[in-house]
């Protein structure tokens, strides 16, 4: 598709249970971030890829987090034992490289843990 | 290391007033600015940003920002609001570590009155 498309929109679970998110972004893009917006906030920074690699994984909370992005295209984070705090929406967004700043996002999966 | 700070969470004017939004930053290299938009149910996407050169921006739907050193300040204005503003808008800036990645601040709801 033409933008970044995350997948799945809305996601209900249950405390403890394990989550993955999804993110494909634009096309020929190389950078690919996420990002967590708890409501009322900004955008809170988890982790970047440039191609294959996590090249700033520093935003992670904890080692309940983990990124994969295998072929330097599609993305996906995973939270194991997921907690009651997790409940956020969870945004992707892409760019050409690092340093141009401009990043095209996606709508966002917002998670809800009960 | 560099940061934003939104003065003022909620912002309302009516329509055809001047929008005055705050951002303040810190950084000990010259920054990179940006102001993103976050329409309700859209993604975020790029307002105008500021990396060198002309310290007036201007940016989408007739949005403008000024990059003013001595104050460390880069506030959103718009001569004259209208409904369609109606939205959370986002001071950015680029963070140099390890790898560069984008930091926003925490937002402004910026409300319309007709």
Known sequence: GAGVSQTPSNKVTEKGK???????????????????????????????FQGTGAADDSGLPNDRFFAVRPEGSVSTLKIQRTERGDSAVYLCASSWGEETGELFFGEGSRLTVL | AQSVTQLGSHVSVSEGALVLLRCNYSSSVPP?????VQYPNQGLQLLLKYTTGATLVKGINGFEAEFKKSETSFHLTKPSAHMSDAAEYFCAVIVYSSASKIIFGSGTRLSIRP
């Open chain 2, 32 to 36: 990179y600015l940006f102001w993103y």
């Open chain 1, 18 to 48: 394990y989550v993955e998110l999804r993110c494909d972004p634009i096309s020929g893009h190389t950078a690919l971030y996420w990002y967590r917006q708890s409501l009322g906030q900004g955008p809170e920074f988890l982790i970047y």
